[in-house]
């Protein structure tokens, strides 16, 4: 069976490396034809173009596009491909994704494998990087069954641990999760950055350890991707972080008024919260 | 040289360690008899004792107990002590600390080793943990410069990266780096944990990856500690949050209006200006 991937970067070589080992003929498509010469090379895919009609071979495509040029890929590819072809995505919000190109194309299945790494592009592709790690697909209850199959049978063929919601669900859940932290984290490191004394400033930059390196790892990440977050999920992420000033406000209101031991209490259920988000 | 350590956990071990590999005669003193044995046979001190009497002989002495048994702890040593004898603490608060004890004993040098890890007690102590990592004293203009050069020469024996300054800036840099992200992390577990809809709370907890672990790290560890920080630097706290909620608010608001220009901005600051608190 030929499988097509369209954008051939971290995920898209990723699932490239997984699925020839599978057994399946891949077919890529970059914009860059040097790209498509480097994933044959590395054995990413079987074949490659920067031509759309290589994917009218293709029975199951996934965009891996970075997420404001999928609709736009989409309406591109819609005129090559056969009928029964099923797309997926692996966008990181999917509302927006599967309102847009549900009407386009019935076979869809929107999805989002949550793996990553701190590389981007073709080069920072590995085998197995979906191993273990939580792929959520976002079917409708109007999308066909045997799209979903189709897409669901590949998802554990990687290894992956599969979750369905809706794309709302989705989208709550990773606001949560993945997009309020890179607020909260650069809202940490822009407040430091404010303090007006230098020697407190350069004392607090020397002395800065592991409590601040992880706290404010996501806060220091990728400008775009951290406004494509935004753009994208913004409804959800603005709902998250006004609950979070509300949780922030109880902590400063806590330490005003000496209330210690509401803290305490406060700061055991963190403790024990914290575990239930990390033994998955 | 005989040196004193009061408090025979983490921070206490570690020293003894390091300094009986100096070469200097080490007495510990720990309230309770089988923690005295086991200091002994790991060989993290000569002789140990619950009995203050023994701390008569040391030239140095190091408070290593949590922040709230330093005065009362200090307060039952000096009646053992020589004139001269120079005490120092490691406490991560700095001006309660030193308030309270230069009225009561003018050779004290307030200090605070910026080294750590999860575990905690003797058991945990190992050598070398100073070594590389910053060290804070504090002295005052009155502090005898002699007092301040014993503790300088043990701190730089440990291999320690020595910083000095007045305790307002010492506790003014920590809460930046230290105290505000466990607020900060605490709070986004509280939000997180806040989510009403079961459905999403339960696939929030079961994709959650690097991100969300790193930016609760602090946030889900031991409440008396960060009950601790927000009793003793409370003033500096505060402060810190207020600026750090000033922040979000700005945040919030670019997301509210979509200026994504000006969070791209932002963003890009807090990814220019991270290395900088990192690179001690």
Redesign the interface.
Known sequence: MNIGIVGLGLIGGSLGLDLRRQGYRVLGLSRRPETCRAAIARGVVDDADVNFTLMAKAKVIFICTPLSAILPTVEQLIPFLAADTVLTDVGSVKTPVVEAITPLWHNFVGGHP?AGKTESGLDAAQANLFLG??Y?ITPLATTPVTAVESVEFLVKALGA?L?H?SPQ??D???A???H????????????????S?P??LS???????S??????????????L??MM??YN?QE??R?????????????D???K?E?GV??E??????Q??????D?
């Open positions: 949550m790690q939580p959520v641990k979750y919601c669900a989705h709550r859940a990773v949560w999760i993945s309020l932290p890179v607020m909260v984290s650069a809202a940490l490191i822009s407040a430091c950055m404010s303090e004394n020697l407190v004392l607090a930059q020397h002395i800065a350890s409590g601040f390196r992880d706290t404010s790892r996501v806060g220091g990440g990728n400008p775009e951290g406004v935004a753009r913004r992420l603005l998250t972080l006004k609950s979070y000033r509300q949780q922030l406000d109880f902590f400063i806590c330490i005003e000496e210690w803290l305490e406060k700061l055991m259920q963190t403790q919260a914290r575990p239930d988000f990390l998955s």
